[in-house]
């Protein structure tokens, strides 16, 4: 989801590390345009963009790589990894593949995590839920008590106004932290400042438990 794509980027930037990313949204791509020559729109359904995306995900650079799948596009990724064997590949040039799956209160949900999980047993899964875009009531906590803490990533809920400040493309996650606009109410600046700062915080504790040095998250 370009949500947690645009954090997981902004994250790699405020460590002064590089990455690549792919928004597999051709359509109405809202990751690509907000990392303009970091991150590169493809469409899925042709050979040209399965080649395209592949050949740089399986290049041993250093550099950590981030693909934000759609929902048309999500059967389509996983079938096409597990048919070329990308998995053993990356792993053969080093490359660890990780996964966050997006978990929502729906029915489907779990059934497709299952079905992921299977599909993939070696790739570790982190459980991803954005508690403002999709709230898990008291009876669906169960599907997160699944999930270790360690393999949970928590998006906080932001109220509207602040979450509204968000919205412009040009708006850096990472350099905000460095430099908020000195236009941005001061108010805001303390919520969005409160939200990002714990997501920064989980993603360095991951990388610290599995000492990752390149991977290829696939959200």
């Known amino acids: 989801m370009s949500t947690t794509a645009r954090l997981l980027s902004d994250y790699f930037i405020a460590s002064r590390r590089g990455f690549v990313g792919f928004d597999a949204d051709p ?13 590169r729109n493809v469409d899925l359904s042709s050979t040209q963009g399965q080649i395209a995306m592949i050949d740089r995900l399986l290049v041993p650079d250093g550099e950590a790589k981030i693909v934000d799948l759609w929902s048309r596009s999500y059967d389509r990724f996983f079938t096409l990894i597990q048919d070329i064997g990308f998995v053993e590949e990356a792993r053969g040039k080093n490359i660890e593949p990780v996964i966050l799956f997006h978990a929502d209160p729906s029915q489907a949900s779990p059934s497709a995590a299952y079905t992921l999980a299977n599909a993939l047993p070696t790739v570790e899964t982190l459980l991803t839920y954005n508690e ?46 460095l430099d908020p606009p000195l236009d941005m109410s001061l108010v805001v600046r303390a919520g969005l400042k409160s939200w990002l700062i714990p997501i920064f915080a989980q993603f360095r504790a991951f990388e610290m438990r599995r000492a990752l040095e390149e991977a290829t998250w696939l959200l």
């Open 27 to 39: 359509h109405e791509p809202d990751y690509a345009p907000r990392f303009s020559g970091r991150v």
């Open 132 to 177: 403002g875009a999709a709230p898990f009531g008291e009876q669906l906590q169960d599907r997160l008590a699944v999930y270790p803490p360690h393999r949970r990533l928590k998006i906080g809920a932001l109220d509207t106004l602040v979450g509204r400040a968000l919205e412009p493309v040009d708006l850096s996650l990472s350099y905000f932290l």
